[in-house]
């Protein structure tokens, strides 16, 4: 019985194409236009925050401003470790030099830190080997790339290569004796090439230029809490630069993240209405034209019922007819959006453009939401029709 | 029912007494059926006349079930139909009356065949098996031909046809027919009336509407009907 609602609620659709195609029409710009806003924002959540995460929100950043002329240095950098809710600790001096291989040169940070790096910084690596203590007493001139060095300044395919490679950094030869993974952000939107170099603070410290005192590091929590660690942070650097809190800033990434998913939400939850709204006027349109059908079939719903078709048959018929529309203008618009965020992704490049499924979900439950409740009134309408009343009527 | 009916010939299937019916048009009270009484047993092949405006019609609804009496009692089958339920009364339509209107009825978006299969789909009767009773009942009609048709593609004795094939898939054992031939040539109505008769001649009862006193004779029994009164029962 059922099965055959579903049929005759589509033959009827079928029969009256360009009714259907126009009631559709509101369904489908309500889920096309919920459809691709939901997409964009939550796609450009999702690659900003993988930037984001990319840059280290499992550690704080620390700049110095102003060091009130008594610089920090690294041992009394050093003595954090292990204060309150502070793990690790490792410098961010950071250069911008030419790192030159073969005949090719490029721009790139250049940063003097500690092998405590690696673990503040969340480094993986891909081959070889991250600073050790060793080259921090020795001043080696060893150096960790990111993969971007190895492909595009060293033209090199396979990272192995690199290692115990030579490479001229500002007149000094470095040894390449490891190579980092790439973040998986796999978006560019802040840089399109990842060109850093890590050396020994105590080497980079002696190159010309490069002064000994520390304005910028990196903390990483003893329990992963940021939050304290950021407050124990906070209070050791008030006494250290006399009590002047605008003398540093701390960036915790994580409340950054925070306050970036919360204003993502909020524009996906006002376009996301915005959107609703056209899906509910849609829904009217529904409404209006199962209302015009009803009248219309009055004489078929009187033959239905006079050759035994009960209330419950003809609601059912009716209710099926407004979700079929309801759904399939859904599925239409969903099928659009898809192809829209296909060719946008194609001319627009700076982040991934993908259909969000949660989305795709959601406007399918409010499109069936939306057809069971305006087709309810016009199927009851049929539904309680008396059959001599309908069979009767002359339209 | 068919060989029942020969040991029950007496049985009577509708019962109608006292029955009104009264609608309110503005201040005036109008008595379509006013105490309508009659029986008609199992098996007859009974007609209906009487002028136009008489209350025929509205009889033939209120025994139908497409219409409820205001006042009187009416038994269908034995069974006083007052206390159905709106699913009961749909169910007996369903399976007891088949039904033959003078304007065909039949649903113009659908051709020949889904028009005939409809009834059985409200019973549930499988689609195998209603392919098959589908196909019986259009070659009985001799409109095999033409199952794919929309009902704007046949004649208007075509188009009774069909309706007849609708009426007799269920296998009722009652026909309501109101003015079945009213719209169709002499020649044409003459088939249809030799439909009728092979229903009846087969044990049905059948009750038709008639205007025309050539079709109502052809019935064993005539029930007169004027301003709501059943006058005359021959
Ligand atoms: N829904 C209605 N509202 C008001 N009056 C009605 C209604 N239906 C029928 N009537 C009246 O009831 C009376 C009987 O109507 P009915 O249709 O039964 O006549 P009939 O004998 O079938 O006539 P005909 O031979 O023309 O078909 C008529 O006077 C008609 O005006
Ligand atoms: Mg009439």
Redesign the interface.
């Known amino acids: 019985?059922f099965l055959?609602s579903v049929k005759m609620a589509w033959?009827?659709i079928r029969?009256n194409k360009m009714r259907s195609i126009l009631t559709m029409l509101g369904i489908i710009i309500g889920v096309f236009s919920l459809v691709v806003l939901v997409s964009l924002v939550s796609s450009a959540t999702h690659s900003i925050s993988n930037e984001v995460s990319g840059l280290g929100s499992s550690s704080l950043q620390v700049q110095i401003m102003d060091d009130k002329d008594n610089p920090l240095s690294l041992e009394e950098l050093l003595e954090f470790e292990g204060q309150g809710d502070i793990g690790l600790v490792a410098p961010l001096t950071t250069r911008t030099m030419g790192v030159k291989y073969g005949s090719k040169s490029e721009n790139s940070a250049v940063y003097g830190s500690t092998p405590e790096y690696q673990k503040v910084q969340d480094v993986t690596l891909s081959c070889g080997r991250f600073l050790k203590e060793s080259d921090q007493y020795n001043h080696t001139s060893v150096a960790v790339v990111s993969k971007d060095v190895v492909t595009s300044i060293m033209k090199m395919q396979n990272v192995e290569e690199a290692l115990g490679k030579e490479l001229h950094i500002n007149g000094q030869n470095f040894t390449v004796v490891g190579v980092m993974a790439k973040k998986d952000s796999t978006s560019s939107l802040f840089s399109q090439a990842d060109y850093t170099v890590v050396v020994p603070y105590t080497t980079l410290t002696r190159m010309s230029g490069v002064s000994r005192e520390i304005l910028s590091f990196a903390v990483s929590a003893k329990d992963g809490d940021l939050s304290s660690a950021q407050k124990t942070t906070g209070d050791l650097l008030m006494k250290r630069l006399e009590q002047d809190k605008k003398a540093f800033y701390i960036l915790n990434f994580n409340s950054v993240m925070d306050a970036l998913n919360s204003v993502m939400a909020t524009m996906s939850l006002v376009l996301g209405g915005v959107a609703g709204i056209s899906l509910l006027v849609g829904g009217i349109g529904i409404m209006n034209i199962m209302l015009v059908s009803v009248t219309e079939r009055t004489?078929?719903i009187?033959?239905?019922?006079?050759?035994?078709?009960?209330?419950?048959?003809i609601m059912q018929q009716f209710l099926i007819e407004a979700l079929m529309i309801s759904l399939i203008g859904c599925g239409i618009g969903v099928g659009i959006s898809w192809g829209a965020l296909r060719v946008a992704g194609i001319f627009f490049k700076t982040f991934p453009i993908r259909l969000s499924p949660g989305v795709v979900v959601l406007s399918i439950a409010f499109s069936m939401g939306i057809g069971l409740i305006f087709g309810i009134y016009p199927a009851n309408k049929a539904a309680k029709k008396?059959?001599?009343d309908a069979?009767r009527y002359n339209g | 029912m068919e060989q029942s009916s020969k040991y029950e010939s007496c049985r009577e299937v509708i019962v109608l007494k006292d029955v009104s019916r009264i609608y309110q048009v503005g201040d005036e009270t109008l008595r379509a059926l006013d105490h309508a009484s009659l029986t008609i047993r199992e098996g007859e092949f009974v007609s209906i006349i009487g002028p136009s405006g008489s209350g025929k019609s509205t009889l033939m609804n209120i025994i139908g079930l497409l219409d409820m009496a205001d006042e009187g009692e009416y038994y269908l089958d034995g069974l006083e139909i007052r206390n159905y339920s709106e699913h009961q009364l749909a169910k007996v339509r369903n399976q007891k009356i088949g039904f033959v209107f003078q304007n065909f009825n039949l649903i113009s978006r659908m051709d020949a065949r889904s028009n005939v299969e409809l009834p059985l789909i409200y019973q549930r009767v499988p689609a195998a098996e209603r392919k098959k009773r589908v196909q019986e009942a259009l070659d009985r009609v001799g409109l095999a031909g033409r199952a794919d048709h929309k009902p704007s593609e046949l004649s208007g004795g075509q188009q009774q046809r069909v309706a007849i094939a609708r009426a007799i898939v269920t296998r009722p054992s009652l026909f309501l027919a109101d003015e079945p031939t009213g719209n169709l040539d002499s020649k044409t109505g003459e088939e249809i009336m030799e439909l009728f008769h092979e229903l009846h001649h087969a044990g049905n009862t059948i009750v038709l509407i008639t205007h025309d006193p050539g079709v109502a004779a052809q019935a064993e029994r005539r029930i007169h009907i004027s301003d709501g009164h059943v006058t005359e029962v021959e």
């Open positions: 019985m055959q033959e009827s029969s004489k078929e009187g033959i239905r019922k006079a050759i035994g078709a009960d209330r419950r048959v008396k059959p001599i069979l």
